[in-house]
């Protein structure tokens, strides 16, 4: 399987500013995804990472908002930019499979996002 | 959108099995059931999945109708520590797919 880490684990943050969160994944995985979660919701994915090229975003979700770096196979950024009370939420990080003898995605621990 | 429908809720007296229903009538020929659950405050882990046949592994059983319209999940001996909300989801059997998740069913193990 593949064990994801994110960074932080939770940050309150002011509106107006920008928080950069970090998932490492122990293994090569050509993509990652990211999710939003809001309180009492489900996950929502924002966007797709894979390494090498631009991010892909879903409907609802642009660059300039939620900026992605995939900088290698192990390693991917999400940024919340210029925050308000309504990005408060938890944002997870997910692997597609390490290898070829797995079928699922391997989700972190998430971030746990309060924007004041 | 999310292609399957489940409960909101459902209670499971602890011990018994737990069997926790989806319906998926608009599923197409290549896409397979998964199956995630999230317990509160962590991730998303992955269950089990399947195309038609069923499928059983150390967690669960996985059961697909014929039509693969709908299918159930089964935890045959349910603990305290399965209270979770569970996620059916359909799609292509390919590891790198998005998933997209519905709203799932709180599942709710009673003592």
């Known amino acids: 399987s593949a064990v994801i880490s994110q960074k932080p684990s939770r940050d309150i943050c002011q509106r107006g500013t920008s928080l950069t969160i970090q998932c490492q994944v122990d293994s090569q995985v050509t993509m990652m995804f990211w999710y939003r979660q809001q309180p009492g919701q489900s996950l929502t994915l924002i966007a797709t990472?894979?390494?090498?090229?631009?991010?892909?975003?879903e409907s609802g979700f642009v660059i300039d908002k939620f900026p992605i770096s995939r900088p290698n196979l192990t390693f991917s950024t999400l940024t919340v930019s210029n925050m308000s009370p309504e990005d408060s939420s938890i944002y997870l990080c997910s692997s597609g499979p390490p290898s070829s003898s797995y079928n699922e995605q391997f989700f972190g621990p998430g971030t746990r996002l309060t924007v004041l | 959108d999310a292609k399957t429908t489940q409960p909101p809720s459902m209670d499971c007296a602890e011990g018994r099995a737990a069997n926790l229903p989806c319906n998926h009538s608009?599923?197409?020929?290549?896409?397979?059931v998964y199956w995630y659950r999230q317990i509160h405050s962590q991730g998303p882990q992955y269950i089990i999945h399947g195309l038609k046949n069923n499928e059983t592994n150390e967690m669960a059983s996985l059961i697909i109708t014929e039509d693969r319209k709908s299918s159930t999940l089964i935890l045959p001996h349910a603990t305290l520590r399965d209270t979770a909300v569970y996620y059916c989801i359909v799609r292509p059997n390919f590891g790198n797919e998005k998933l997209t998740f519905g709203t799932g069913t709180r599942l709710t193990i009673i003592p």
């Open positions: 608009t599923i197409s020929g290549n896409e397979y």
């Open positions: 990472a894979n390494q090498g090229s631009e991010a892909t975003y």
